[in-house]
């Protein structure tokens, strides 16, 4: 079974947004400035997520998702103990994929914080579904892993098609992937989210567990 929901915006996370455009320590101005931007595009968001639970088993070394199979180390280590995980795609929408392009010739510098504001967005998407999911799992006993998404470490960009075809991404949330394995709108992200029996001292995020410590996208929570 596939769901779909939609949520409310989360709080602009002010300081992520202008770090993952660059903008770190900009000052006031800049700050006002992003949040003026941020201001003329919010009426334009959406935050759809799809998703579905699977049961997981490991036989040697490839790990069966229930949707698909994988060799990925990575995610195996992830998953360690899980006997479930829940797959999801979300987006903020195509709205966003429209300024930025609006504005991309005439007025770059809109486009580009744009950009940012739509990096901060998906995030905080993704962490309010988690925080969904993390208490949904609680009042069953289980607890959750660090989202782990396709592209990342050993886990292959290829999964993609796998997941789009198992949720349904076009149909239930307008998410579509082209040839090469490109999302629309491209403020977008797929991840699965184990569920498990057992504690594990870990992020919802993933970056307290992750060892890139020179990610640019790393939330400063975890830096160094």
Do not use: W
Not at 2 to 23: D, I
Request: glycine fraction near 10%; aromatic fraction near 8%; include cysteine.
């Amino acid at each position: 079974m596939v769901y779909t929901e939609s949520f409310s915006a989360p709080p602009l996370n002010l300081r992520e947004a202008m770090r993952y455009g660059g903008m770190a320590g900009a000052g006031e101005d800049m700050e006002k400035r992003v949040c003026g931007i941020y201001d003329e595009i919010s009426d334009k968001l959406s935050y759809r997520v799809c998703y579905g639970e699977f049961e997981i088993a490991q036989c040697g070394d490839v790990l069966d998702l229930g949707f698909m199979k994988t060799e990925s180390r990575g995610l195996m280590k992830n998953l360690h103990g899980c006997g479930s995980v829940v797959l999801f795609a979300a987006t903020v929408g195509i709205g966003l994929d429209r300024y930025i392009a609006m504005y991309g010739v005439s007025e770059p510098h809109k486009s580009l914080i744009a950009q940012a504001i739509g990096a901060e967005r998906i995030e905080s998407l993704c962490d309010a579904f988690s925080d969904k999911i993390e208490a949904e799992a609680k009042s069953r006993g289980l607890y959750t892993r660090p989202r782990f998404s396709p592209g990342y470490g050993d886990f292959p960009l290829e999964a993609q098609r796998e997941i789009f075809k198992v949720l349904d991404c076009p149909r239930k949330i307008g998410l579509t992937l082209n040839q090469s394995l490109l999302m629309s709108p491209s403020k977008s992200v797929t991840a699965i989210i184990g569920l498990s029996k057992e504690p594990k001292n870990c992020g919802r995020g993933g970056c307290s567990s992750c060892q890139n410590t020179d990610c640019s996208f790393r939330s400063e929570d975890y830096q160094g």
